[in-house]
């Protein structure tokens, strides 16, 4: 069920008991995925899920930014032009209101590439990441700084 600039999925609490019942590892890391574009937001969300994560989707930032104020997250994975408030505006919010909060910053080749990629990580983005791109870069990129913010 998809309505606009709203929470896609998540059952965070469905998907650890599971996994526990299962007798494998919980979840590892909380991540808000921000993406207008549903297609890129539905494959993202498979791939970490799959991976074990916990996500909450949502398709505007303004959506994504009232849920962390009001739940907290471990990571924020954001596209930057989005219609409303843009990405390059939530990871300024982020970094002034919850500078814990690892973030990747993702954008399309065709819609200003290198400069807010740039602007990104300017504003605090810890990673960008650069559309088109492999599901298992993306992937990666998780591990990284899940395992970055684990480290002691």
């Not at 808000?32 to 297609?39: H, K, Q, T």
């Not at 303004?62 to 032009?81: M, Q």
């Not at 990580?121 to 870069?137: D, M, S, Y």
């Amino acid at each position: 069920m998809q309505t606009d600039s709203s929470v896609v999925a998540d059952g965070a609490a469905t998907e650890h008991s599971a996994a526990a019942r299962a007798g494998g590892p919980p979840p590892s890391r909380r991540i808000v995925l921000i993406e207008d574009d549903a297609f890129v937001g539905a494959a993202v969300g498979h791939c970490l899920r799959q991976q074990g994560h916990r996500l909450v989707y949502f398709t505007a930032a303004s959506s994504g930014r009232e849920w962390i104020a009001g739940n907290g997250c471990d990571l924020v994975i954001t596209d930057i032009p989005m219609p409303g408030s843009d990405g390059l505006e939530l990871i300024q919010w982020l970094r002034r209101d919850h500078p814990q909060v690892e973030i990747i910053a993702i954008l399309g080749t065709d819609l200003g590439g290198n400069s807010h990629l740039r602007a990104a990580l300017l504003l605090g983005a810890t990673r960008i990441l650069q559309k088109p791109f492999e599901l298992a870069a993306l992937a990666e990129l998780v591990d990284q700084v899940t395992r970055r913010e684990s480290a002691p």
